[in-house]
């Protein structure tokens, strides 16, 4: 059972902000929100994660409203190599199983000239 | 500092057949972890290994994989008698136990 809800899929124009939104009305306290994206024919490759406090690094900014039962994911300057799949996912904090992540359908980002 | 090595990238194989993955996991890195994704599908969480252990095989069908993790040398997974139906990308990731893990490139496995 899916624990995120994301859009199929979004276009973005280059150079433009792209903004992923990602919902996770269940989410439980011990529970991190992480950001991964796969560009086709390649691994999953980490972005960002974040408890309850906003983030930023060199890739992206994600935004956790204060309920935390929703996120965005933001790309500042999308660029066309931006173009891929992401993934919202919500691991608990408390185990060692670090690359146990459950995948859902992701969405579609598309960043068009 | 190497990432996560997969070879081969594509494999191909006829029904019947064995196919052998291999994944050589970031230095320092004794977590390892395999996915399956099928054509057109999300990445299903197939096992998880620490060195010389299965810790968590929930995701493993329950014939013909299995998955090793020795004290020297790569983690493998092993498909025995393959079917058209094994046809997909499996990647692996590795981690150090206490942090982010990181994928692979992944192999293709095609299955005439």
């Known amino acids: 059972d899916a624990k995120t809800t994301q859009p199929t899929s979004m276009d973005c124009a280059e150079g433009r902000a792209a903004n992923l939104p990602c919902n996770h009305s269940t989410i439980s306290g011990n529970e991190y929100v992480y950001w991964y994206r796969q560009i086709h024919s390649q691994g999953p490759q980490y972005i960002i994660h974040g408890l309850k406090n906003n983030e930023t690094n060199e890739m992206a900014s994600l935004i956790i409203t204060e309920d935390r039962k929703s996120s965005t994911l933001i790309l500042p300057h999308a660029t066309l190599r931006d173009t891929a799949v992401y993934y919202c996912i919500v691991r608990p904090m408390t185990t060692d199983s670090w690359g146990k992540l459950q995948f859902g359908a992701g969405t579609q980002v598309v960043v068009t000239p | 500092n190497a990432g996560v090595m997969q070879n081969p990238r594509h494999l191909v194989r006829r029904r019947g057949q064995e196919a052998r993955l291999r994944c050589s996991p970031m230095?320092?890195?004794?977590?390892v972890y395999w996915y399956r994704q099928l054509p057109e599908e999300g990445l299903k969480f197939m096992v998880y290994l620490q060195k010389e252990n299965i810790i968590d095989e929930s995701g493993m069908p329950k014939e013909r994989f299995s998955a090793e993790f020795p004290k020297e040398g790569p983690s493998i997974l092993r498909i025995q008698q393959v079917v058209r139906g094994d046809s997909a990308a499996y990647f692996c990731a590795s981690s150090p136990g206490d942090s982010l893990a990181f994928f692979g490139p992944g192999t293709r496995l095609t299955v005439l």
């Open positions: 230095k320092g890195h004794s977590h």
